[in-house]
Every structure is written in structure tokens, then in C-alpha cells.
């Protein structure tokens, strides 16, 4: 999404019949130029949260960053802006280490097992 107002949009539009909550998945980059996510701290979390939250009586889920410097706040800032419940968490940002040689490696395991075959 590139910015609140289009996560606003797209919760009108799916809360039709059939759909028994909404999660908002706030803790994926933007497209915006600088990149970024809504979830890495609570003011934009809470803003997102907020104005989604009057498009829709639908049960509202955040999806929040594990990577956030206090995800508390940001928990706690979703769950002031309307937030029925907390998804916790996206991805965890890692690096994986080859402990035989220490050094860092940049393919990923699906790689070497596909190269391998």
C-alpha cells in the first residue's frame, strides 16, 4: 500500500458479508519512496489503526514489526485507535552465520538444497 489512506480504502472495500475480521498488515514496507512500515512506531500505528478503524465494524486485527525499537508502545497505540486484536509478529530480521567458516551467508538455505538436486 502506499500510504494510510489506501489501507482505509481497502478496508471498505473488504468488509462485505463472509469476511469475519480484518488484519492489517501494517508491518510490510510501503512503496513509498524511503520505504518503511506504519508498525515501527506508535504514532503511525496508531494513525493507521485509527482511521481504518472508522471504516469498518468488523473485528480489526494489527499485524505489528517484531523489528520495532518498543513494540510495546506500538502494541499499545494499535489498541488505543481501535485495534480488536494484535497479530504479533512479521518477519524477524536474522542473519544467518556459517559456523564452520564464521562468516555471513547470503544464500538462502532453498538455494543450496535446489543447487544441489
Given at each position: 500500500s502506499e500510504n494510510i489512506e489506501d489501507f482505509a480504502q481497502m478496508v471498505?472495500?473488504?468488509?462485505?458479508?463472509?469476511?469475519?475480521?480484518?488484519?492489517?498488515?501494517?508491518?510490510c514496507p510501503t512503496r513509498q519512496p524511503g520505504g518503511g512500515n506504519f508498525a515501527l512506531n506508535e504514532d503511525t500505528t496508531y494513525k493507521v489503526v485509527?482511521?481504518?478503524?472508522?471504516?469498518?465494524?468488523?473485528?480489526?486485527?494489527?499485524?505489528?514489526?517484531p523489528n520495532a525499537g518498543e513494540i510495546t508502545a506500538v502494541a499499545e497505540a494499535a489498541e488505543k485507535a481501535g485495534a480488536n486484536a494484535i497479530t504479533v509478529s512479521n518477519t524477524i530480521l536474522g542473519l544467518?552465520?556459517?559456523?564452520?567458516?564464521?562468516?555471513?551467508?547470503?544464500?538462502?538455505?532453498?538455494?543450496?538444497?535446489?543447487?544441489?538436486?
Open positions: 471498505r472495500d473488504v468488509s462485505v458479508p463472509g469476511v469475519d475480521a480484518i488484519e492489517l498488515n501494517i508491518s485509527k482511521l481504518c478503524r472508522s471504516m469498518t465494524a468488523k473485528p480489526l486485527w494489527a499485524k505489528l514489526s544467518k552465520i556459517n559456523i564452520d567458516t564464521r562468516r555471513i551467508s547470503f544464500l538462502p538455505l532453498i538455494s543450496k538444497v535446489r543447487t544441489q538436486m
